[in-house]
């Protein structure tokens, strides 16, 4: 049986050597214009944007409590509240209909097929 298998870039593309890492200029410009601005209240900011993002995508990554967010990350208190704060206040929903709206402007979904087809497999 042959897979049929979606390709849609977004801009997001991975890093080579297969890591899936995030850090990637191209990455971050297509992502940070869909983000609110930070506020400007009290502190300075004590972790950057992008470290809480990224513990946000190895949270929702890997499947895991937020409390189990490495410690390269910082405090998994700062990246939970972060993502609540955006999924209540709509920043996520916002961010994926930008996104879809990017696929549907640069046209039609092609699906390759991938693995043996049934003709040669035996």
Not at 41 to 49: A, D, L
Not at 97 to 118: F, N
Request: a positive charge; hydrophobic letters at 30%.
């Amino acid at each position: 049986m042959s897979r049929v298998c979606v390709k849609v870039d977004l801009g997001l593309g991975r890093s080579t050597g297969g890591t899936g890492r995030w850090d990637h200029q191209r990455q971050w410009a297509v992502l940070d214009p869909l983000l609110p601005t930070a506020r400007k209240r009290g502190r300075p900011v004590e972790w950057t944007r992008r470290v809480q993002i990224n513990a946000i995508r190895w949270r929702t990554r890997t499947g895991t409590p937020c409390r189990d967010i490495p410690e390269r990350y910082r405090p998994w208190e700062s990246a939970y509240s972060l993502f609540r704060r955006w999924q209540r206040d709509g920043t996520w929903a916002r961010g994926w209909e930008k996104l879809q709206a990017r696929v549907d402007a640069s046209g039609p979904i092609t699906a390759e097929r991938t693995g043996r087809s049934p003709a040669t497999a035996g």
